[in-house]
């Protein structure tokens, strides 16, 4: 059974049980309700005071329970208030079943949770035994871009959301990743040339595995550390510090505003302010939209679950950077690796249900459709080449991919020193070719670097690109929509089964031992 949905925010509100009385005579207590439910039923959460989204301090009791499958499905768990705090000696237990769904009712029905709670123990004059009846209401889940501390300054949204950085990103994927395709003719192939974007070294064989051996994973990450550069330089000029790479994934479990314990000196109580670092990092939830949509891969529902993290992300991201297994590693195969695993998964995980940007319903974009409306600002969809450059957590995880590179150096300055040369390639720093290094031009884009010693903001670089850059990024994707069927779900991400994938995973596991 799929409990997955009810992971979220609720606004929570418990009424005394009582014959009589106005609203505000029988409303108990209002709170925040942050649930984590896990496929196998286990959930974790909190009930915070007060109840307001942002609210700066909070008093905070913790939740640990089941899903109770002989009782109807019924959600039962306990509340403990946090040591040291003014609710320290608060203890309820809950059960909720999910209220009904209407299947006529208006589109904008909210779920619902529905049940009753008991106070365990005495706390001050509030005696145990006392019970109320609850209802919980699931909020719109909170997009990082709406959090302040989280949030893209205006001007790298400026840069990132404009139509020619979109088409880039969009194009630079969507090309690598159809390069093989046998739908894509040779002609076709001839016309993306002719056009400054074709390339000699896809990251697929022609019989659709992981190539390994090629240097397809230098383009990617070098393209990579060039937007990174890019964004460093938007932030620079506006005097702003940038986006801080991850040091290891987050689990991205906790409720997505996470609050500080903070004790007062005159009443040596712990009350807890907003923690601007760790916010902005709640997996969101594989709604049943968010898993139509994105066709309703058994993966990516695990991908988001906490033993899909432990099992697959923490893992591999521990693999990835130990030294014993990157420096057995070209640079391309590294690169190529961390592309279609973690990098891709990370993606997926954090992405939320994708929505029109016009309408707010759920949806996802076509392959080739760049019509107006998917140019929008708050379009930042994690799950799509056209958008999830625009999504504050992507230069997070993207800053911990760009110090793999770091890693990789290291790595083999230490077994095999000075067979990999530090040089710049067109303002980047990178790598002469060598045993380790393939390529003395890694692909970013056509022009990339030359206006700009980072690509910034010359005319091939970032803000606003040329009419003719974005007509050439047009008339590419027409090659690509006019011979490839678009895809059935999300534009990009997905992670496919590629064979070489599982076995380059059991040699990262080997040589991480």
């Known amino acids: ?6 992971t979220g925010h609720y606004t929570y509100r418990s009424y005394l049980n009582r014959e009589t009385g106005t609203p ?38 913790d939740i640990f329970g089941e899903v109770d499958e002989a009782a109807d499905l019924e959600l039962i768990f306990t509340a403990t208030g946090r040591p040291d705090s003014q609710v320290a000696a608060f203890r309820y237990s809950y059960r909720c079943r999910q ?20 106070r365990d123990e005495d706390h001050g004059q509030a005696k145990a035994g006392a019970t109320a009846s609850f209802v919980a209401v699931q909020r719109d889940f909170v997009e990082p871009r709406d959090l302040e501390a989280v949030a893209l300054i205006p001007e790298a949204i400026d840069m990132l959301a404009d139509p020619t950085h979109r088409l880039r990103h969009t194009v630079w994927h969507t090309v690598r990743g159809s390069w093989n395709d046998p739908a894509l003719s040779d002609d076709g192939r001839q016309e993306i040339r002719d056009l400054g974007w074709g390339i000699d070294d896809p990251p697929f064989t022609n019989e659709g ?31 702003k510090t940038p986006p801080e790479a991850w040091a290891t994934p987050p689990d991205g479990l906790g409720p997505q505003i ?53 099992i697959n992300m923490a893992q591999l991201t521990r693999s990835i950077r130990s030294s014993a297994f990157a420096a057995t590693m070209p640079l391309g195969a590294y690169g190529n690796l ?25 949806a996802v974009r076509s392959s080739f459709d760049i019509s107006e409306k998917w140019s929008a600002r708050h379009y930042d969809f994690l799950g799509d080449f056209h958008s999830s450059h625009v999504h504050p957590l992507f230069w997070r995880l993207h800053g911990w ?42 692909f970013d884009w056509p022009g990339a670097g030359q206006a700009h010693s980072h690509g910034g903001h010359g005319p091939h670089g ?51 031992l």
Request: charged share 20%; net charge negative; hydrophobic share 40%.
């Open 1 to 6: 059974m799929n409990f997955e949905h009810l």
């Open 24 to 61: 505000d005579e029988l409303l108990w207590a209002e709170a925040d309700l942050f649930l984590r439910i896990e496929p196998d039923g286990n959930n974790t959460g909190q009930l915070s005071f007060p109840a307001e989204v942002n609210a700066p301090r909070r008093e905070i009791l």
């Open 99 to 118: 209220g009904h769904s209407w299947p006529l009712a208006d589109p904008a029905q909210r779920l619902s949770l529905v049940g009753t709670v008991v």
């Open 209 to 239: 595995r992981l190539d390994l051996e090629n240097g397809a994973g230098e383009d990617f990450l070098h393209m990579h550390r060039r937007m990174i550069m890019m964004l460093r330089d938007v932030y620079a000029h506006a005097g």
């Open 258 to 310: 996470a609050y500080q314990g903070e004790r007062d000196p005159a009443t040596n109580l712990i009350s807890y302010v907003i923690d601007p670092v760790n916010s902005g990092l709640m997996v969101p939830p594989a709604t049943p939209d968010f898993m139509r949509l994105t066709g309703d891969s058994n993966f990516l529902f695990f991908n988001k679950t906490a033993r899909g993290f432990q």
């Open 338 to 362: 961390i592309e279609f695993t973690v990098h891709n998964w990370m993606h997926m995980r954090w992405a939320s249900t994708p929505r029109d940007p016009d309408s707010g319903l759920p």
């Open 401 to 442: 991919v760009d110090a793999c590179i770091d890693v990789w150096f290291n790595a083999h300055e230490q077994l095999h020193p000075g067979q990999v040369t530090r040089q710049d390639v067109r303002g980047i720093p990178w790598f002469a070719p060598g045993t380790w290094v393939r390529k003395a031009d890694p």
């Open 462 to 512: 970032g803000h606003h690109g040329p009419s003719d850059e974005l007509e050439t990024l047009k008339k590419v994707l027409a090659v690509l929509e006019r011979e490839l069927e678009p895809a059935a779900g999300p534009a990009a991400f997905v992670a496919p089964d590629l064979p070489g994938v599982a076995q380059a995973i059991l040699s990262m596991e080997q040589h991480s």
